[in-house]
C-alpha cells in the first residue's frame, strides 16, 4: 500500500504533475471545460467567461504580489491598456485577434515595466499608491485620448474572424478565452521552475539576501512587472473581444480590489490559488443575486440594497480569510490532499 511521495531524481520532484493519475485527471478536467459550451445556456456562458479572465488576470497578479511580493493596484489600468490596445489595433490596423491579443499584451508588459521602475526605491505600501496613482493617470488618458479610445464613449470591438469564420457568440469565444487560460497557467507553473522564478520567490522571502546571492534586483523587478502585466494586458485584450464594446467605465479601480481578493482568499504565491480566487470572486455577486432574487418577495427591500450587500460580503471574506486562513484556500486544499495522500498514517 503506498503512502506518501517518493522521489530520487530532480527531474521528478520538479515535475508539474507528480502521478500518472494527476495527470489524467487533469486532462478529463480540461475535457470537462472544453464541454461546457455544448450544454451551457447563454448566461452560465457568460460567467464562465467572466471566470476564465479573472484567471488570466488573477495569475498575472500573484506573479507580481503573491510570489514577487511587490503589491499593485494597477491591475485595473493594465487590463484597460490591453483592452482598448486591441481596440485599436484591430479597427485602426485591421488586424486578426490572435495578433491583437499578443501585440495589446507587449504593449501593457512595456507600460508595466515603466510603471515598475519605481520599484527599486519604494515598496509595500509606497509602490502600491505608486500604482495606485498609475491608475489614475491611464483612466485620464483614456478619456482625453479621444483618437485612439474614442473617450468617454469608448470602443466598439469588432467580433473575431478566423478565416471566413466569426467568433460572434459566447459559445465561441469561450474557447478562445479558455485556451489562453489554459496556456497561462502551465506557463505560470512552469515558470517557477526557472531561475527568473526562482528570483522572483527570493526577491520576495528577502531582497538583501537575494541580492547578496546575485540576484540583480531591476532586472528581476521589472521582469516581474513586464510579466505580469502581459498576463493582465491579454485579459484586458480578451475583456475587449467579450464584451464588444469598452469605455473607461469598464475598468474602474474596483476591478484592481476585486483581483486583489482573489489572491488573497485563493491564495498568494500559488497559481493554484489565483484560480479558486477568481472562480470564488467572480461566483460570489452572482450567488448573491440569485439569493436576493429568490427572497424578493418575501423581502422585497433586499433588491435595493444587493450592490451594498456585495461589498459586505467580500469585504468580510477577505477579513475571515485573513484571520482564520491567511494561505487562502489553494491551502486548505493542500491540507485535505496531504492528509488522503499519507492515510492511513496521516497523523
Not at 67 to 87: D, K, P, Q, V
Not at 177 to 201: H, M
Request: with cysteine; glycine share 10%; proline share 4%.
Amino acid at each position: 500500500m503506498q503512502c506518501g511521495d517518493f522521489r530520487t531524481t530532480y527531474a521528478a520532484d520538479m515535475t508539474i504533475f507528480d502521478s500518472r493519475s494527476t495527470r489524467i485527471m487533469v486532462l478529463m478536467f480540461l475535457a470537462l471545460i472544453f464541454s461546457v459550451p455544448l450544454y451551457s445556456s447563454n448566461y452560465l456562458l457568460d460567467v464562465a467567461n467572466r471566470i476564465g479572465i479573472a484567471v488570466i488576470g488573477a495569475i498575472g497578479l500573484n506573479i507580481l504580489t503573491g510570489f514577487t511580493g511587490l503589491i499593485s493596484l494597477g491591475n485595473a489600468a493594465f487590463m484597460a491598456i490591453g483592452a482598448f490596445s486591441a481596440g485599436y489595433l484591430g479597427i485602426r490596423f485591421g488586424l486578426p485577434f490572435y495578433l491583437c491579443i499578443p501585440l495589446a499584451g507587449l504593449i501593457t508588459a512595456l507600460l508595466g515595466m515603466v510603471i515598475g521602475i519605481p520599484s527599486l526605491r519604494i515598496k509595500g505600501l509606497y509602490l502600491a499608491m505608486a500604482t495606485l496613482a498609475a491608475h489614475f493617470i491611464v483612466e485620464f488618458l483614456i478619456v482625453k485620448w479621444e483618437s485612439v479610445t474614442g473617450g468617454v464613449a469608448g470602443l466598439s470591438i469588432p467580433a473575431p474572424q478566423l478565416g471566413s469564420f466569426t467568433l460572434s457568440s459566447d459559445r465561441h469565444i469561450f474557447y478562445l478565452i479558455y485556451i489562453v487560460a489554459v496556456a497561462a497557467v502551465f506557463f505560470a507553473r512552469n515558470l517557477f521552475r526557472t531561475k527568473p522564478g526562482k528570483a522572483f520567490v527570493a526577491i520576495r522571502d528577502q531582497a538583501i539576501s537575494a541580492e547578496v546571492m546575485g540576484v540583480n534586483l531591476l532586472k528581476y523587478k521589472l521582469l516581474s512587472f513586464g510579466i505580469s502585466s502581459f498576463f493582465v494586458g491579454i485579459a484586458g485584450a480578451l475583456t475587449a473581444y467579450q464584451a464588444k464594446i469598452i469605455s473607461p467605465e469598464t475598468f474602474p479601480i474596483t476591478v484592481a480590489i476585486d483581483y486583489l481578493g482573489m489572491i488573497i482568499i485563493g491564495g498568494l504565491g500559488s497559481v493554484l490559488g489565483s484560480i479558486c480566487g477568481a472562480v470564488f470572486i467572480t461566483l460570489l455577486p452572482e450567488v448573491l443575486r440569485l439569493a436576493t432574487t429568490s427572497l424578493s418577495t418575501s423581502f422585497p427591500d433586499l433588491i435595493s440594497v444587493f450592490s451594498s450587500l456585495k461589498e459586505l460580503v467580500f469585504g468580510i471574506l477577505v477579513i475571515v480569510f485573513l484571520i482564520f486562513e491567511p494561505a487562502g484556500i489553494a491551502a486548505r486544499w493542500q491540507t485535505i490532499k496531504n492528509y488522503w495522500k499519507l492515510y492511513p498514517f496521516s497523523h
